[in-house]
């Protein structure tokens, strides 16, 4: 069953006014009237009885419609013109007998002062109605400015949409006026309303709705950013049109910096957050170094002491394998803490390809052991000008990363390529498909990815600092994964280096 639009009551009191307005304005207008009537006649009785008022009675009659058009109106004005004009002739008749020509001359003087007294009223009245129209945009162009003044005071920790409707109806002297924020589902709204405000608002901004109401003085707007629909604005008062669409248009971009501020304010949050968080981790790894360096020696003077049972070297054993995956856990996060603070500069030095690979694979010995590694290199010697250190930890994490997500059997592949440009290292291997949507997140630090968070241990930093690694050298990361072609991890180190000294 369909809903029956809503009756939206006529103000009673506004058509009372209008039509007692009508009356007075109607009134108003007989009296000028009759006030021109009455100095013409006054003026061609004196003429008549006075022979020497007759020379320039066609004045006085240019005079009076002058002054009527300049005090009264237009229309007033050619009401009291054609009266002259007939008063003229009707004491003309009762003249002595004048010769042909003089009785033209003073005929065509008559109608050419009347007209120029009608030209005169004309550009009164236009030059009296543009001027009225100047002050009513003055006053409209004062209150826009007062509310835009006040718009951009506003506290902007607070949401705007109150304190909008608010000012809306204060300095415009709305009756009424609903402001809708589509973003946080709210309506505001001040002044009084017989109408459901929400049904009004909401529909407006779902039917798009906008249009100005002359009999009930009701407007209604979208509120727009761009071609976005942000809300709804429906007032009810004495408003122009363009007033509405400014109103509008200032409440839109009120909603807009209150986000901007929003976003702003979470971003300061979170990167305070992540400052904190970075002190915290740099602190724990300085203090666990020392009881992890501890308890190493200890294992490993344990290990060398001999005469232990099977099951005591295993576990001496196992502490020195846990002591050790510690140990690498903690350098990580202090590399991290110092690449977030730009404690970290780079030094590089030449650096043989094939020599720092080595260096890489010598790390894995124990887990290639039962893995299928390829190693791809240029043919000519290639030195890169770069951090060996720093090299060494990106290329072992991607080594890394291989190692513990590829498939049983699968094998590694370490490609260089190089070019007068940049050395490009790349890391191959079969396994999980990286989702695409994680391909931009995957060097984030703490993010992995949902499709290898359970098939392996880590923490997520270890890409996060091949990142910064790269970036420190003035190259860049990036990865591929698909399905048919498996997972590859890519660094591009430019071959003229473009140092920088933070992350």
């Known amino acids: 069953m369909s809903q029956a639009k809503p009756h939206i009551p006529v103000r009673p009191a506004s058509r009372s006014w209008g039509t007692r307005g009508s009356g007075l304005r109607l009134l108003l207008f007989t009296l000028e009237c009759g006030l021109g009537i009455v100095s013409v006649i006054l003026v061609a009785a004196l003429a008549h009885w006075s022979a020497s008022l007759s020379p320039v009675v066609v004045l006085l009659y240019l005079l009076i419609v002058v002054l009527i058009a300049l005090l009264c109106g237009f229309w007033q004005s050619v009401i009291v013109s054609l009266l002259a004009v007939a008063v003229q002739s009707y004491f003309g008749t009762r003249q ?24 005169v009223s004309r550009l009164s009245s236009r030059v009296t109605e543009h001027a009225r129209n100047a002050q009513s945009w003055g006053e409209q162009m004062h209150e826009l400015y007062e509310f835009t003044r006040r718009s951009l005071q506003m ?11 608010e000012l809306a109806h204060e300095i415009f002297a709305l009756e009424g006026v609903i402001v809708f924020d589509a973003d946080l589902h709210q309506i505001y709204q001040a002044g009084d309303w017989n ?19 002359l009999e009930t003085g009701i407007s209604r707007r ?9 809300g709804s604005l429906v007032v009810r008062g004495d408003t122009t049109a363009l007033t509405n669409n400014a109103i509008a248009s200032l409440i839109a971009i009120s909603f807009d910096r209150y986000r901007a501020f929003a976003n702003e304010s979470h971003i300061e949050a979170e990167r305070r957050t992540e400052q904190l968080r970075a002190t915290v981790l740099d602190s724990l790894a300085h203090a666990y170094k020392t009881p992890l360096t501890v308890i190493r020696a200890a294992s490993t003077g344990l290990a060398e002491m001999g005469r232990l049972s099977a099951p005591q070297a295993e576990l001496v054993a196992l ?29 590089a030095t030449p650096v043989g390809l094939e020599p720092l690979l080595e260096e890489v694979l010598a790390n894995f010995k124990e887990r290639l052991a039962t893995m299928d590694v390829s190693v791809r290199l240029p043919n000519e010697d290639v030195v890169l000008h770069c951090d060996r250190q ?11 990363n291989a190692c ?100």
């Open 96 to 119: 002595p007998r004048l010769d042909a020509a003089t009785e033209t001359a003073n005929s065509i003087t008559v109608v050419a002062f009347i007209l120029i007294a009608l030209v």
């Open 155 to 165: 506290d902007l920790h607070e949401e705007p949409g109150p304190q909008l409707a």
């Open 195 to 213: 109408l459901n405000p929400q049904e009004l608002a909401q529909s407006t901004y779902h039917f798009e709705t906008c249009d100005d109401d």
């Open 222 to 230: 979208v509120l727009r950013l761009g071609t976005i629909s942000i």
């Open 319 to 347: 502490i020195d394998e846990q002591t050790g995956a510690l140990s690498d856990l903690t350098t990580r996060l202090l590399t991290t803490a110092r690449l977030d603070a730009g404690e970290i500069t780079m030094h």
């Open 390 to 400: 720093l090299m060494t930890m990106l290329l072992t994490q991607y080594l890394d």
């Open 404 to 503: 513990k997500y590829s498939l049983f059997g699968a094998t590694v592949t370490i490609t260089v390529s190089h070019d007068h440009a940049e050395t490009i290292f790349s890391v191959h291997s079969y396994g999980p498909v990286i989702p695409r949507a994680d391909l931009e997140r995957i060097f984030d630090r703490y993010f992995r990815s949902s499709t290898s968070s359970n098939r392996a241990v880590g923490t997520g930093i270890g890409l996060a600092i091949a990142k910064r690694a790269a970036h420190l050298h003035g190259g860049h990361v990036w990865v591929t994964s698909e399905a048919s072609v498996g997972t590859t991890f890519f660094v591009s180190i430019p071959t003229q280096q473009k140092q920088r000294c933070s992350a």
